[in-house]
């Protein structure tokens, strides 16, 4: 293997998932001598890209697996809606226009599509799917990137950033415990957020973040982001700000993936550590509610709370990896769940009491809701009578936070005079830019591969 230490480097990459690799392999392409410095092991390499699914991608026709047209104004539109216009517009409108050429580009590198599956997230319009998910395009671009010649050091994570003056000149790396340092001609940061470490998070939520489970890697701490804040990048985002949606709580503390999303929230009650129901569980369709439970859960006593169910809801929603709790009774399900007996049978039955008679219509908004309880649900509200009952615990599940590194449309990094010289970021790093509040499924992907690419670019053509 090539000595890391021994010559400069045109473009150092820190981080190894979709934004590091896109950067990786636009810079090979234009000549750059590139190397991609990953803190994962080879086995966990490729971040939280690697249990990803889909990207979100404008089109003006059918576009290989996408369906239909999606127009930037439309799409903007969607945008608007989740960050309730909390979002850069010209950076925003520019990362939709990009998205277009970026499916082609990726079948070109490697990643193969699938059709979207119906159910809960049938997106076949707007989102496009990777045969084998995120894993597969992370191996794939690994394949691409280092047949063009990039190097890729794995267990290397950078500790330190170098800047003189404004400009990048180095990174310290600890590699198989060693401290090394490497010099560089450019410095491309695609090293996500800092959600996987847990006293950051607490720094920023309070000491009940140490009961959250993190979706993704362990290895996104935000080391390379706070490395750039001391000196003086400029900061978008807020540290509160993060997609986060209740996942099962047997869930892994880290790296439990998309497996662990429970989908049975709008069929059930949910109740926290006491008993008592706190939000309308049946306020909207699924897709549009699942984001907002995480920080429901997490302003819970013990951040945890309950879906409770009954047998004819089971089916009624993709399956669980871990099997549900379940009881001949709703005392026994308590029991086993931990929560109070009592209290858990006369939440059910108050709730029960409030449901009314109509059409139940699992897939649409059906307008069965209770009558005088508080809080309402206000879809899909059936009595929980048929035995046996079914209990699941829900967790907040960090995806990843948006405090992060502010970027021009060149993907450069601002700070104290204007722009650093030589310091570019892509993907969740620098997705704050865009994404001030609020998720667009599919568009933590398009961040990094548009942002990725043009990083990639400039720096090359800068080098
Ligand atoms: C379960 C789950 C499902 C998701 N599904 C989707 C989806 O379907 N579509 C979508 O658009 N988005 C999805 N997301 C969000 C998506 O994963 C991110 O937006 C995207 O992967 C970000 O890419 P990235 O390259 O910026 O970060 P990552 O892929 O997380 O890569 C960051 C890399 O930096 C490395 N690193 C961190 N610190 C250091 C350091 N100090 N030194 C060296 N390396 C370091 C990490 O090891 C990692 O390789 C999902 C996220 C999760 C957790």
Known sequence: MTKLDQTPWDIVIVGGGNAALC??????????????LEAAPKPYRGGNSRHTRNFRCMHAGPLSVLTDSYGEDEYFDDLIRVTKGQTDEALARMT????????PWMEAHGVAFQPSLSGTL?????????LGGGKALVNAYYNTAEDLGVTVAYEAEVVQIHVEEGRFEGVTAKIAGAETRIEGGALILASGGFQADLDWLARAWGPSAKNFLIRGTPYNRGVPLKQMLDKGADSVGDPT???AVAIDGRAAKFDGGIVTRL????????VNRDGDRFYDEGEDVWPKRYAI???????QPDQVAYSI?????????????YPPIKADTLEGLAQQLGLPGNKLRETVDAFNAACREGDFHPTELDGLSTEGLTPAKTNWARPIIEPP???YSLRPGVTFTYLGLKVDETARVSGPHGRFDNIWAAGEIMAGSILGQGYLAGFGMTIGTVFGRIAGQEAAAHV
């Open 23 to 36: 950067a990786a392999i636009e810079a090979a392409e234009a000549g750059a001598r590139a190397l991609i």
């Open 96 to 103: 939709i226009r990009a998205s277009e050429a970026c499916l």
């Open 122 to 130: 049938s997106l076949s319009r707007t989102n496009a799917f990777f």
């Open 241 to 243: 700000q993060c997609h």
């Open 263 to 270: 989908d049975c929230v709008p069929f059930s009650i949910v």
């Open 293 to 299: 439970w995480g920080r429901l859960v997490a302003a």
């Open 309 to 321: 169910i009954d047998n004819k809801s089971r089916d009624l929603f993709m399956p669980s990896v």
């Open 389 to 391: 009952f079914f209990g």
